[in-house]
């Protein structure tokens, strides 16, 4: 069969990379793709802002499934157009979407189905923000309501700097109009989770957890990223906990969203903070992760093609899914000055001898490759992850591996799975 992946990121270079291991595949392309899927797959040019863009491509290409990578065509309505047309297509409708392109419409929608998450309140206005302030003890965590990337949100340590943040945000000034409506929470404070779940729009099915690390700086300091590296392991959460998160948040999120006409099918990602109350939601995305992605299908053993139709089809079960006991990690490289501007372009060497590290795979995330030349393209550059019988030699070989790996003003957070590591 003939596979379209949408997308450019390190998410899409590990799908790409597990898709070509799948032998029903003969044909895969990726759009726009990037340096190294390239070596995986057929790149080719796509404005993943444009229906029209994707739609051409796809009339050209005629895939049998396309598998979309980040949130924006989503958002965008691009499951709408693919399905309307007959075309399969692996995400959620543009409705189903706004689980995450709206933090307002999924703090609403937890709150009408009783999900636990953080108390807030959702301003349009610096009157609300301050009279809505006067109900939180800070730190207070003020989100932008529409999509920012991962950068949409900041945790305040005083009313003040939560008043002067949400006013930014307001104003235009700071993300356009994603922060047009702002949403104030209680600040949570335990272990985040990534909890992801294949669902048909009735059932899900989850796959292994992972951890994300969203700050730039190790000790989790600095400001919030995409995320700069990932760990996922058997023993993240327990196989009590794991039902309790499907029963508890998963199931109800799927059941709740058939229930109010906005069925979702496609990847569920559960962001949680496992507080002393009991896990809390802090956000949904309506795609894979990424840098999460890269660990959980280095452990994936089955066929992701196959899971993917079951869950068009409406047919997903447990046992579409084999996973290793190994751990995996991702450490991403980023580019000087990430998440804030940085330069690119920046020539990238020791490529090879990093991914000849045991157990290793280098995913390219934002590279680009001129001449067989590999140069720095993105803020996220590179996702260097590797699979061991245990975390901590997993841990090691990824890191080995990064310091193989050099370019101008690289970044990488040094204690990635650490925490983990010290329980
Ligand atoms: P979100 O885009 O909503 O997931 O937020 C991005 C990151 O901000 C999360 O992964 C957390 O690290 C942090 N965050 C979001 N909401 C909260 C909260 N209520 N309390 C503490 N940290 C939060
Ligand atoms: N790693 C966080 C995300 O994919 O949004």
């Not at 992946?5 to 029903?24: D, F, I, N, T």
């Not at 895939?63 to 309505?77: A, K």
């Not at 948040?249 to 109010?260: L, N, T």
Request: charged share 25%; with cysteine.
């Amino acid at each position: 069969m003939k596979v379209l992946v949408l997308g450019g990121g390190g998410r899409e270079h590990a799908l790409v990379w597990k898709l070509r291991r799948s032998p029903r595949i003969t044909q895969l392309f990726c759009a726009p793709g990037n340096g190294g899927i390239g070596e995986d797959a057929q790149c080719l040019a796509v404005d993943l802002k444009s229906i029209d863009s994707m739609t051409a491509l796809a009339a050209r290409l005629r895939p049998d499934l396309t598998v979309v990578g980040p949130e924006l065509p989503l958002t965008l309505g691009v499951v709408d157009e693919f399905t309307r047309r007959g075309w399969p297509i692996f995400g959620p409708t543009q409705a189903a979407a706004q689980l995450e392109s709206s933090k307002s419409f999924a703090k609403e929608f937890l709150q009408r189905h009783r999900i636990p998450t953080a108390p807030f309140a959702i301003c349009d206005s610096i009157e609300q923000v301050r009279t809505a302030l006067g109900h939180f003890h800070p730190p207070v965590v003020v989100k932008a309501d529409g999509l920012a990337a991962g950068k949409g949100v900041v945790i305040a340590k005083s009313k003040e700097e939560a008043a002067g943040v949400a006013a930014e945000m307001l104003s235009g000034k700071m993300l356009g109009e994603a922060g047009a409506r702002v949403v104030l929470e209680e600040c949570l404070k335990g272990d985040e989770l990534s909890f992801l779940v294949f669902s048909d729009g009735e059932r899900v099915v989850p796959l292994v957890a992972a951890q994300d690390h969203k700050r730039v700086g190790d000790g989790d300091t600095g400001p919030n990223t995409g995320g700069m590296g990932a760990y996922s392991t058997p023993d993240i959460i327990d196989d009590q906990m794991r039902g309790w998160l499907v029963h508890h948040i998963a199931q109800p999120v799927v059941a709740g969203m058939k229930a109010e006409g906005t069925e979702f099918k496609g990847m569920l990602y559960c962001g949680l903070m496992m507080t002393v109350r009991g896990p809390m939601v802090l956000e949904f995305n309506c795609r894979f992760g990424d840098p999460e992605t890269q660990p959980i299908l280095m452990r994936l053993e089955s066929d992701l093609v196959e899971a993917i139709e079951a869950s068009i089809e409406g047919r997903v079960s447990e046992g579409d899914f084999k996973w290793s006991v190994d751990a995996a990690v991702c450490v991403v490289m980023a580019s000087g000055g990430y998440p804030g501007t940085y330069a690119v372009g920046k020539r990238i060497d020791g490529l090879e001898d990093a991914g000849a590290v045991e157990g290793v795979k280098v995913f390219h995330a934002g590279t680009a490759k001129r001449d067989g030349v590999y140069y720095t393209a993105g803020g996220r550059v590179l996702g260097v992850t590797a699979r061991a019988g245990s975390l901590e030699t997993a841990v090691a070989r990824a890191y080995q591996a990064c310091g193989k790996i050099s370019f101008e003003g690289a970044h990488y957070r040094k204690d990635i799975a650490a925490r983990a590591m010290k329980k």
